[in-house]
């Protein structure tokens, strides 16, 4: 079992920033790729960014592209999520997410085995 504890999230107005964190214990070894998804209200959840643990590669969905850059602290197994020019359709629960495979898989909900809460971001126009 892999255990994942986001925080981080708020209400920002847009064009804000904020920096979210996911914090990751338990049986960790086999993780290959940690990964942000996020899910709107009334919306399916989807990808928004990706890496893989051993490479530190890093993929991220066009929409937030060059406005969010996720990064990790190897020492901590903790992940981040830093959301810059953040907009009114960023809004939404966003959860971190472990898997045992990478590549194109990684992009998929139905990969990850492992999931966090969630923690809300809400943008204000």
């Known amino acids: 079992q892999v255990q994942l504890v986001e925080s981080g999230g708020g209400l920002v107005q847009a064009g804000g920033s904020l920096r979210l964190s996911c914090a990751a214990s338990?049986?960790?070894?086999?993780?290959?790729?940690l990964a942000w998804f996020r899910q709107g209200p009334g919306k399916e959840r989807e990808f928004v960014a990706g890496m893989s643990w051993s490479t530190g590669m890093t993929y991220y969905a066009d929409s937030v592209k060059g406005r969010f850059t996720i990064s990790r602290d190897n020492t901590k197994y903790t992940l981040y999520l830093e959301m810059n020019a953040l907009k009114p359709e960023d809004t939404a629960v966003y959860l971190c997410?472990?898997?045992?495979?990478?590549?194109?898989?990684?992009?998929?909900?139905?990969?990850?085995?492992?999931w966090g809460q969630g923690t809300q971001v809400t943008v204000s126009s």
């Open positions: 338990g049986r960790t070894f086999n993780t290959v790729t």
């Open positions: 997410a472990a898997a045992n495979v990478g590549g194109l898989a990684a992009r998929r909900v139905s990969s990850f085995a492992y």
